[in-house]
């Protein structure tokens, strides 16, 4: 789920970055869409809840945005390899806004303008067939789905406002509407969750046939609902040993079904592995438009990162005055991308190879890194081959301990 405008996901750069065949760059482009009916319990991520909802205006500002980034940028003469509308919630938006920016990027684009992949973030509820269809029209070839849960309680739970009966419904109509790639996003680890219950989720799932599923452990980030109702002592996260086997009895019910986990959270049938993540994972560059984005341009040494503003108002306000509406911005050392490039590869169950990062960075992980590796394979996190760096299944549950080692 690279939503990029979330304040602790960053895309990044390689250091050698990926170039087209022409030598110009070769990006992604996020488009964050910030509205939302309501907040979420658990969600931290940039989203706006207003009655009258500027949709316009703001589809005009992030029109904007992308005139001007192109004019200024690299953008122009770059290869676009995918689109990706993240929320927020991209589905309320008028269907004809969402054509309105696509349209626009292909202007820009022109020849250049063909993305594998253009997915869409969709909430379940009140999705109608006429606007999967204006989506389909459009060029989204990728839906991604925010079904969560099956089961009413932890729908409850999570604050969601639809039923197990919509996200069957949501599906159906997408394959009606031609879409060949339909995603589901899933998250586990609610209180009270047990495994029987899990899959129930994960049979639900899978009897849709989708092509990539999300499984999100349920994290209780600081600012939300949740993460206080925790602090308070209201509710208990599952215990570690349950979180581990419930981590374990995803990857093999979701391979039963034909879909392989190629990332800590992500499980697709063959040939549908997310072109936008895999990029992202890659370190490569990326524009991110609207509210709260997060763009990454590659060099050769390090690169650049900025984001944008989180307020919508202020966002429109100066993207429709041509003013920057970048709010921050940082230069990376050449540790800092290092550091990436291996927490990013070990993301991915393949990992690295160590020729790869000596390629990469013309020395050994283990001169970058000392003693890091080996005290990761002695605890377990990391496997012991001698040629490849890749996490153990112990090293995916406990990842992030994984990737601080590296800090
Ligand atoms: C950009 S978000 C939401 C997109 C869409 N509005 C929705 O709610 O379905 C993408 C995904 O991140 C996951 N997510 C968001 N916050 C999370 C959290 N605190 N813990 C686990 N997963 C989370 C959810 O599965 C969600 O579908
Ligand atoms: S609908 Fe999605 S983006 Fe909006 S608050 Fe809920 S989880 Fe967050």
Same mark, same amino acid.
């Given at each position: =789920? ?12 390689? &250091?050698?970055?990926? !170039? ?11 488009? /964050? ?12 991520? &940039? ?106 309680? %932890? ?6 406002? %639809? *039923? ?25 680890? =609610?209180?009270?969750?047990? @495994?029987?219950?899990?899959? &129930?989720? @994960? ?20 600012? &939300?609902?949740? /993460? *206080? ?16 086997? =419930? ?13 392989? !986990? ?13 072109? /936008?993540?895999? /990029?992202?994972? +890659?370190?490569?560059?990326? @524009? ?23 307020? %919508? ?31 990013? +590869?070990? *993301?991915?169950?393949?990992? $690295? ?9 013309? %020395? ?33 549950? @406990?990842?992030?301990?994984?990737? =601080?080692?590296? $800090?």
């Amino acid at each position: =789920m690279p939503g990029f405008a979330r304040g602790s996901m960053f895309p990044g750069t390689l &250091t050698a970055p990926p !170039r087209a065949a022409g030598g110009s760059v070769e990006f992604s482009l996020y488009v /964050h869409i910030p509205f939302c009916a309501a907040r979420c319990p658990y969600c931290d991520f &940039t989203i706006t809840i207003v009655r009258e909802r500027p949709e316009a205006a703001y589809v005009d500002a992030l029109l904007a945005e992308l005139r001007s980034r192109w004019a200024e940028g690299p953008w122009a003469v770059g290869t676009l390899r995918s689109v990706y509308l993240g929320g927020g919630t991209p589905s309320i938006l008028a269907p004809e806004l969402i054509a309105k920016i696509l349209d626009e990027a292909r202007g820009l684009g022109g020849g250049a303008f063909q993305p594998a992949e253009i997915t869409l973030e969709a909430n379940p509820e009140g999705l109608s067939a006429s606007a999967l269809s204006e989506w389909r029209e459009a060029g989204v070839n990728r839906l991604s789905l925010g079904a969560q849960s099956f089961d009413a309680r %932890h729908l409850e739970f999570l604050g969601r406002g %639809h *039923r197990a009966e919509d996200i069957r419904a949501a599906v159906a109509l997408a394959r009606g509407a031609g879409f060949e790639n339909v995603s589901l996003d899933l998250i586990f680890g =609610m209180p009270g969750q047990d @495994l029987a219950s899990l899959q &129930t989720d @994960l049979g639900e799932a899978v009897a849709l046939g989708p092509q990539h599923v999300s499984a999100y452990n349920l994290t209780l980030e600081p600012g &939300t609902r949740l /993460h *206080r109702d925790w602090k308070q002592g209201k509710l208990e996260p599952p215990e570690e040993g349950l979180q581990a086997e =419930m981590f374990e009895a995803i990857e093999n019910r979701l391979a039963r079904a034909g879909l392989a !986990r190629y990332e800590i959270s992500n499980f697709a049938c063959p040939g549908f592995e997310s072109s /936008h993540n895999r /990029h992202y994972w +890659r370190r490569g560059s990326s @524009l991110g438009i609207g509210t709260g984005a997060h763009s990454f341009l590659a060099s050769a040494r390090g690169g650049r990162r900025w984001w944008n503003v989180r307020d %919508h108002r202020r966002y429109i306000a100066r993207a429709l005055a041509d003013e920057p509406v970048e709010e921050g911005a940082e230069d990376l050392t050449d540790d800092d991308a290092r550091r990436e490039w291996v927490f990013l +590869r070990l *993301r991915g169950v393949e990992g $690295f190879a160590v020729e790869e990062f000596r390629r990469a960075f013309k %020395h050994d992980v283990d001169e970058v890194f000392p003693g890091v590796i080996a005290a990761l394979i002695a605890d377990g996190l990391v496997g012991d081959d001698p040629e490849r760096v890749a996490l153990t299944r112990r090293g995916r549950l @406990l990842s992030n301990e994984a990737f =601080m080692r590296f $800090f």
